[in-house]
C-alpha cells in the first residue's frame, strides 16, 4: 500500500467506531471519489476546527462567537438543577431525549482505576464553584455506570455533599458498563425522569 493511503488509514483508524478494516474502506473511497466526498470532508473540517469551542462555563461544545453556550444563556431552562455529565458529547445525547432541560456541566472525563483521583484532570473544582455560585438544589450525575464512572460519581459526591446540594443519579436504564453516549433518547428520558439520590 502506498504511504498516503496508509497514512489517511490510519489517521482514520483513531476515530471513534473506527475499526482498521472500516477505515481502510473509507480511506480507499476518500481517495477514489475525492471531489464527491474527501473535498467537502476537508471543508467541514477545517470549518469545525476553527469556528467550535468547549463552552467555558459547562464545557458543552459552542461557536467561538457564543460563549458562554445557548443553553447557558438561555433563561427559560430551569436553574435549580444542573446534570453533570462525562463529555460534550453526552450532553448532545440527553439533550436529543427532551427529559431534561436544566443546566450542564461536562467534566471532560472520568477518573481512571489505575491512576490517583488527584492526577486525572476533570472539571471537579469548576463544578463546585458553579454550585455556589449558580445555587443549584440539585445536581443530577449521568455518568457511564462502569468502575470509572461509580468512581467519579463517588468522588463528585464527597466533594459536593458538605454543601448540603442534592445529588441524585441516573435511575433504571442504562446498561452496566454502557455510557450515555451509547443510551437512545427513550432510554435516556427513562432514567432521568426515574433519576435516584446518590449514595456516598
Known amino acids: 500500500m502506498i504511504a498516503p493511503i496508509r497514512e489517511l488509514e490510519q489517521a482514520l483508524a483513531k476515530l471513534p467506531g473506527f475499526g482498521r478494516r472500516s477505515a481502510l474502506r473509507a480511506a480507499l473511497a476518500l481517495v477514489r471519489e475525492s471531489a464527491r466526498l474527501a473535498d467537502p470532508l476537508a471543508a467541514a473540517l477545517a470549518a469545525a476546527r476553527e469556528s467550535v469551542v468547549c463552552c467555558s462555563r459547562c464545557g458543552a461544545f459552542t461557536l467561538i462567537g457564543e460563549n458562554p453556550c445557548r443553553m447557558c444563556t438561555d433563561e427559560t431552562r430551569e436553574r435549580s438543577v444542573v446534570c453533570v455529565v462525562e463529555e460534550p458529547s453526552d450532553i448532545i445525547s440527553i439533550e436529543s431525549s427532551g427529559a431534561f432541560r436544566g443546566r450542564y ?7 481512571s482505576a489505575l491512576k490517583n483521583a488527584s492526577s486525572v484532570k476533570i472539571r471537579i473544582e469548576e463544578l463546585k464553584g458553579r454550585v455556589e455560585r449558580e ?46 453516549a451509547y443510551s437512545d433518547p427513550l432510554t435516556l428520558k427513562r432514567a432521568i425522569s426515574n433519576r435516584i439520590a446518590q449514595l456516598s
Do not use: C, N, Q, W
Not at 470509572?148 to 445529588?167: C, K, N, S
Open 105 to 111: 456541566h461536562a467534566l471532560g472525563g472520568k477518573f
Open 135 to 180: 445555587g443549584f438544589e440539585e445536581v443530577l450525575l449521568a455518568l457511564s455506570t462502569d468502575m470509572e464512572g461509580d468512581a467519579t460519581a463517588g468522588y463528585v459526591t464527597e466533594v459536593l455533599r458538605p454543601g448540603g446540594v442534592r445529588i441524585t443519579r441516573l435511575a433504571f436504564g442504562l446498561p452496566a458498563d454502557s455510557g450515555v
